[in-house]
């Protein structure tokens, strides 16, 4: 993903001074590495039909520091300071401020403006503080302040440094972090406004807004003899219940979220470890971490050969149909054989799947399998063998095929004719686990009497009836099974599902663990052997792994009696599935 941001060191850098002409105030989120950056380039907030999103990054001294494992005390130095701010920018399009601590020597300072607005960064803040600085935060430091004269002269040589006129130079203001009220902050804003500055932070470590907010409503008063008005900017770290909305009403320009990304993944590495250490294994960890798929997709793995990829998918992927079990109702033979305008139910099928472009397609046999034999010829088409299918059901079938499901698989039932449309989009699906899920059983009169596996999700169903044109919503599911009451359900499961190479890693891994550990019922039922994919499916979902559901309403028929013979004949010569 982080070839899209594609945007040049001078574009960048008059990006912030733009977005605060234009809004009136900015929102910026920290970042201390790519990954990170990545996360505040792409997050995003629906509310009231906007989108919310970040406007910028702030790229802090303490979370550099603490990045590293080091101190928030000036020990990293400016080259691998710069060497971060590097790798933020290459990844991303938005603009940067970047936290420059005291600013170290004027002649320090010139030259790190110099090398800033080179890469593109569009402003630094230095705090009025003597080096080497104490993090403002920690209550237990001597926050001793630098003689606000020769910290102006700091700010007219560090301007002075500049090429552009974009650039800024934004002093902090400490008086508050060292005590000395409202007053000296308002000396020594003055001052700072007199020698050029481009900006004022006014800095907190109170749990309340109300100094800053007090600060704020002399600022335009006090700027008034200098016939100009500094951006105004803010860190609400401790005062962090008033909202960006609210601080844009007292005239902050710049909101800076000044260190969350850092401290969440600190809280997530230590929770995480502490669940393999307590369980002596990786497996209860996985639902507290994200999914390496994901992880490449956000430092943009996919790009690098996107087509080449997608091409690769369908060459990599296995359908795997399991057509082991003996039908109670069609018992002359394997389900997959019943012929609908004379060609089997298989054979349909693999039309279908050759359409969206995959070769391999892995049939699981058991009862009367030799009549498969028909198909021996069929290129792309394995078959693996059940013998323990009167004693088994579909999930224990489908790991028969388990040597072809590790680079992710569709699974089909044996009964389902579908369109390659619906195939598609459940290959395309970004999620690890979809299930193709139908709410229109509760309008077809000749399916009242099947017993339906059914869908319970987060959202609920929505209220339309079978369409001309499938939909593609994704949901959550949170329960599935024959025995969920049609009042609760919200959808059908269809008999179609993706799951892609996380997710066939998900599965293998549950799987294994429930065939050592389960020995009594299991969900619905009596016994893992004889658990059904459904029942497989809630037990992932129990363990806390997502499992969404592709809605549906058109494009699929399950044949379950000769009735849904007799109407799949008419509409498939009426090219009604599939078209």
């Excluded at 087509?307 to 389900?335: C, H, M, Y």
Aim: hydrophobic letters at 40%.
């Amino acid at each position: 993903m982080s070839l899209s941001f594609n945007v040049t060191p001078s574009q960048r850098r008059s990006k912030l001074i733009n977005s605060i002409d234009a809004q009136g105030f900015v929102r910026i989120i920290e970042a201390h590495n790519g990954l990170s950056a990545l996360v505040g380039q792409t997050a995003s907030f629906e509310r009231d039909g906007h989108s919310i999103t970040y406007d910028g990054f702030w790229e802090s001294s303490l979370t550099d520091s603490a990045s590293k494992g080091l101190p928030d005390a000036e020990i990293v130095g400016n080259p691998s300071r710069l060497h971060t701010i590097d790798e933020i920018l290459s990844v991303t399009s938005k603009p940067m401020i970047v936290d420059g601590d005291t600013g170290g020597s004027d002649v320090q300072f010139e030259y790190f403006v110099r090398d800033l607005e080179r890469l593109g960064v569009s402003a630094v803040i230095i705090e009025d503080k003597i080096f080497p600085k104490r993090n403002s935060l920690d209550a237990s430091a001597n926050q001793t302040l630098e003689d606000p004269d020769a910290f102006a002269r700091k700010i007219v040589r560090g301007r002075e440094a500049r090429v552009t006129d974009v650039f800024m130079v934004i002093a902090r203001l400490e008086s508050l972090i060292a005590g000395l009220g409202i007053e000296d902050a308002v000396m020594r804003a003055k001052k700072y406004i007199d020698s050029g500055v481009d900006g004022i932070m006014i800095h907190s470590k109170q749990d309340s807004p109300d100094e800053v907010i007090e600060f704020a409503n002399l600022y335009d008063e006090l700027c008034k003899p200098f016939g100009r008005r500094p951006i105004l900017v803010c860190v609400p770290t401790t005062y962090n219940l008033i909202t960006d909305a609210e601080l844009a009403k007292y005239g902050f320009n710049v909101i800076i979220h000044a260190n969350h990304l850092l401290r969440a993944a600190h809280k997530a590495m230590l929770d995480t470890s502490e669940v393999i250490l307590s369980n002596d294994r990786g497996f209860e960890a996985e639902p507290w971490c994200v999914a390496l798929p994901k992880v490449f997709a956000q430092v943009g793995f996919d790009q690098v050969k996107s087509k080449d990829r997608e091409a690769s998918k369908t060459q990599r992927l296995s359908v795997v149909i399991p057509a082991a079990g003996k039908d109670p109702i069609f018992n002359e033979g394997p389900k997959s054989l019943i012929e609908i305008n004379s060609k089997p139910i298989l054979r349909h099928q693999i039309e279908t799947i050759r359409k969206v472009g995959i070769n391999q397609i892995v049939v699981v046999r058991g009862y009367q399998g030799e009549q498969f034999d028909r198909f021996s010829d069929e290129s792309g088409l394995v078959f693996c063998d059940n013998p323990q299918y009167l004693d088994t059901h579909s999930i224990h079938s489908l790991f028969c095929a388990d040597q072809y499901l590790g680079n992710g698989f569709v699974l089909a039932f044996s009964d389902v004719l579908f369109s390659d449309d619906i195939l598609r989009w459940l290959i395309d699906t970004e999620n690890d686990i979809v299930l193709a899920v139908d709410n229109s059983y509760r309008y077809h009169r000749h399916e009242i009497d099947k017993n339906l596996d059914l869908v319970v999700t987060r959202e609920g169903r929505t209220g339309h009836h079978r369409s001309l044109y499938p939909v593609k919503k994704k949901v959550e599911i949170t329960r599935m099974g024959k025995n969920v009451s049609m009042e609760k359900a919200d959808y059908e499961f269809t008999g179609l599902a993706y799951f892609s190479e996380e997710g066939a890693r998900i599965v293998h891994q549950v799987y294994r663990d429930c065939l050592e550990n389960v020995h009594e019922s299991f969900h619905e039922a009596d016994s893992f052997a004889k658990a059904t994919i459904s029942d497989f499916v809630q037990e992932i979902i129990n363990r806390g792994f997502s499992v969404h559901g592709l809605e549906v309403y058109k494009g699929w028929m399950e044949v379950h009696n000769q009735m849904d013979i007799e109407v799949a004949s008419k509409e498939l010569r009426s090219d009604l599935v599939g078209s």
